[in-house]
């Protein structure tokens, strides 16, 4: 609802909606708003005017209070039904007490001889005696009159005039009662009216008036009445101001309400002041209703944190998870060199536990110097960034493991050109190390078996250059060792290439459709002519069908050679060398058998190493560079296949190189 | 004349080193691994001892720490020939007396002219030291 100020509109209550009302607290006139709302203005006033707006509070005030007023109008009601009934009871008992004490009056005074009456001062004993009995507020006078009606002798009330009326004449009525007005007054009065006899003979009358008692109040009751009155009245006030200062607390309350509601909320507006205990109430509905609004928003609120809180706990969880999932262990030192953060793997690596280090400089509780001084130099402090150097130790408890201390500026996520810590990893690079040990054992043997050919080559053509070179003999002789030695030397070069790359895996593998059985008939043939002028027995032993596979033929051509070779190197003369080939339902297999020097059991572990040889003479005195098996394992493990040795020494050597034909190889190719 | 001891496993190489150093006048003995060195040692001490180091049974760094070990007074120089030429072999030779470590491929002129200079320098040392014992008397 609106009211006028004026030129403009302020909202009162909060029944229309907000954005009505703030578009029409705007300092637009009403003129303009009702354009503007497309409102007919004279509708609009009528509507929202002054004197309807008086009525209309007026009315919604009555409906406020109708309990209340309906309970004063019944009591109301009550106390005047009550009223009339006592004042009706009041005049008629007045009315016959007067009758009483009137007919008994006039009965008594009827005996009274005549002429005692006339006398006056008799008269006047009797008459103050009566008045004295009598009910002296309702005595209005007592009158002798003779038979034609004239006052002979009267006593009145104060300003009374007895009026004139005739007595009946009729004996009948002579005794009786009768309703007279005083001319003065106007007051009723109810008159008694008896003979006097004299000797039997009647003389005249005695006249008694009463005023009739008056419904209501009569004058002389009034004086009471006020002194009933006004103690009542006095009391009134007395008991408003004590109800209304029981009330106040209510009225406070009702404020304090009115303060809240503005608090909670922001759109809603100011309701009218009213001390009346319905709104009261319809506040404090209003109250819980804006409450519930903000637990339900808290509650909402709530969830969302609670979700979030949640969401970040998983993230939170995940980090902490890949953190301890780590391979490396892993501390965080912060500004001031402390530690702030590790991982569980730093127990393993530095042997302390967590509680121990947390929050202490590395001098406290590190009991590597080396270590501590590492750590302490390279700190990452405010805009120092530390070297990139790393540093290795092995601790004592494992002789055998080396970790390498790396140190990284930790950098702020929200300013990445601030350090806040440094990061430390411990990184086992006990494998790491190993390859490289590896690999310069490689290189090393590899030179030396560069160069041991390259030795003999050198000595030789030497001497063929200085004297020796004239000599036919051992020129002979030179030649024939140089032309071995080249062959040597490119052999092992062939296989140092070969295996290098099958291991770095930058060989392809060409697989194609081989049919097995002329591949191993060809290694062999070749296999068997070189090996001719050892008077060695060579046997090939190969079912008729076999499956096909998918292979890369010259890869595989130089395993069967390689195994073959050893198998005729290492058998002495009047041996046999035996290629089989057995297929199941699972497996092909390849065997390769000699009846040679065999291989001792302990050699037999590192026979596939690079570069091994035994130190057996029988094998030494053989020439080798210790590649040939090496290489062959990996070209079988290339196709998927497994290379196994089964050896006595002095008996003979079988290998065999077994393919499962559930690879790719066979799947590939049938 | 002086006797040399070749120690290798590679026959070629004691082939020729042989031919050679018997061409130039020394009586040469060969081993084919450091337990037959050892073996020759103990017969007769050679006047200079040339070893490969990579050889079966006991190598030639073994063969060194063994004669060091038992023949802590050797008189006889010892050349060590190899095609390793890590640093782990130069810091061994170094330290052992009378002990020159040569990398293969060897020059064999130079190993010539290497032994002559040697055996020529043993010679002068013993003439001083015989002239430096006559002078004293």
Request: proline letters at 4%; hydrophobic letters at 40%.
């Amino acid at each position: 609802m609106f009211s006028f100020e004026g030129q403009h509109i302020t909202s009162e209550f909060t029944q229309v909606q907000p954005s009505t009302a703030q578009a029409a607290i705007t300092s637009s006139s009403p003129v303009d708003f009702c354009r503007y709302r497309d409102v007919d203005w004279r509708q609009f006033k009528h509507d929202f005017g002054p004197k309807t707006m008086s009525t209309n509070r007026f009315l919604s005030a009555i409906k406020n209070e109708r309990l209340g007023l309906m309970m004063i109008l019944a009591s109301l009601i009550v106390i005047m039904v009550t009223v009339f009934l006592l004042f009706s009871y009041q005049q008629k008992n007045g009315e016959t007490h007067i009758r009483e004490q009137g007919a008994n009056l006039a009965r008594i005074l009827t005996s009274i001889p005549f002429e005692q009456l006339t006398s006056s001062s008799n008269i006047n004993r009797l008459f103050s005696v009566l008045q004295h009995n009598s009910d002296n507020t309702a005595f209005a006078y007592l009158a002798i009159a003779d038979i034609h009606g004239e006052i002979l002798s009267e006593t009145t009330s104060p300003g009374i005039i007895v009026p004139t009326a005739t007595v009946p004449n009729k004996p009948s009525a002579w005794l009786g009662e009768r309703k007279l007005t005083l001319p003065s007054n106007e007051r009723n009065v109810q008159e008694f009216h008896a003979p006097l006899f004299d000797n039997g003979e009647i003389k005249g009358h005695v006249r008694l008036g009463y005023f009739s008692p008056v419904f209501g109040l009569s004058k002389n009751q009034i004086p009471l009445f006020a002194t009933f009155a006004l103690p009542i009245f006095l009391l009134t006030p007395l008991f408003y101001f004590l109800i209304r200062r029981e009330l106040r607390p209510i009225v406070h309350v009702n404020n304090q309400l009115d303060e809240l509601i503005e608090m909670s909320t922001d759109s809603k507006a100011r309701l009218t002041n009213n001390d009346n205990l319905h709104d009261l109430m319809t506040r404090f509905n209003q109250i819980i209703i804006s409450t519930q609004q903000r637990i339900g928003e808290l509650e909402t609120d709530r969830s969302k944190l609670v979700t979030s809180t949640k969401l970040l706990s998983y993230k939170r969880s995940r980090i902490e998870s890949i953190l301890q999932s780590l391979p490396d262990a892993v501390m965080m030192l912060d500004e001031s060199g402390s530690v702030s953060l590790i991982n569980n793997k730093i127990c393993t690596v530095l042997g302390v536990s967590s509680e121990n280090i947390i929050g202490k400089k590395p001098a406290e509780w590190c009991s590597n110097p080396e270590i501590v001084t590492f750590i302490t130099n390279h700190e990452c402090k405010m805009t120092r960034v530390c070297q990139a150097e790393s540093m290795e130790f092995t601790t004592p408890e494992f002789p055998d493991r080396t970790i390498s201390i790396s140190p990284y500026p930790l950098f702020s996520h929200s300013n990445n050109s601030q350090i806040i810590g440094t990061l430390i990893i411990f990184h086992d690079i006990t494998a790491e190390k190993l390859s490289i040990n590896r690999s310069s054992e490689f290189v090393a043997h590899l030179a030396h078996e560069l160069k041991t050919p390259l030795n003999t080559l050198a000595m030789y053509s030497e001497s063929l250059q200085g004297e020796d070179g004239s000599n036919e003999e051992f020129r002979i002789e030179a030649a024939n060792v140089i032309h071995d030695e080249v062959e040597r030397l490119a052999l092992l070069i062939n296989n140092i290439l070969s295996i290098t790359k099958i291991e770095m895996g930058s060989i392809g593998v060409d697989r194609k459709r081989v049919k097995l059985r002329e591949l191993l008939q060809d290694a062999f043939e070749t296999c068997a002519r070189s090996g001719q002028e050892k008077n060695i027995d060579f046997r090939l032993d190969l079912p008729r069908d076999i499956s096909p596979v998918a292979m890369d033929k010259s890869l595989i051509r130089i395993a069967i050679n390689n195994l073959l070779s050893n198998a005729i190197k290492y058998s002495d003369p009047g041996g046999s060398v035996t290629l089989t080939v057995e297929e199941t339902d699972h497996s092909i297999r390849i065997s390769v058998r000699d009846k040679g020097i065999g291989i001792a059991l302990d050699d037999q572990k590192k026979i596939f190493e690079k570069f091994y040889r035994s130190d057996n003479d029988s094998v030494r005195e053989r020439e080798g560079h210790g590649l040939g098996l090496p290489l062959a394992r990996e070209i079988i493990q290339l196709h998927h296949g497994t290379l196994s040795v089964n050896s006595k020494p002095g008996e003979g050597t079988e290998f065999i190189a077994s393919f499962n034909k559930e690879t790719e190889f066979f799947k590939q190719a049938s | 004349m002086k006797r040399i001891l070749l120690v290798d496993d590679e026959p070629h190489v004691i082939r020729i080193l042989k031919l050679s150093l018997i061409k130039a006048g020394y009586e040469v003995a060969e081993a084919a691994n450091g337990i037959q060195a050892i073996n020759n040692i103990s017969q007769s001490h050679p006047d200079v001892l040339i070893t490969d180091i990579d050889m079966p049974r006991m190598n030639g760094k073994e063969l060194c720490m063994h004669i060091e070990k038992t023949l802590p007074e050797r008189d006889f120089m010892i050349f060590v020939l190899t095609a390793r030429a890590d640093n782990e072999h130069r810091v061994w030779t170094r330290s052992i007396n009378n002990l020159e470590f040569l990398e293969k491929p060897v020059s064999i002129r130079k190993l010539l002219a290497r032994l002559h200079e040697h055996f020529t320098d043993l010679a002068q040392n013993e003439e001083e030291a015989c002239l430096t014992a006559q002078s004293t008397q």
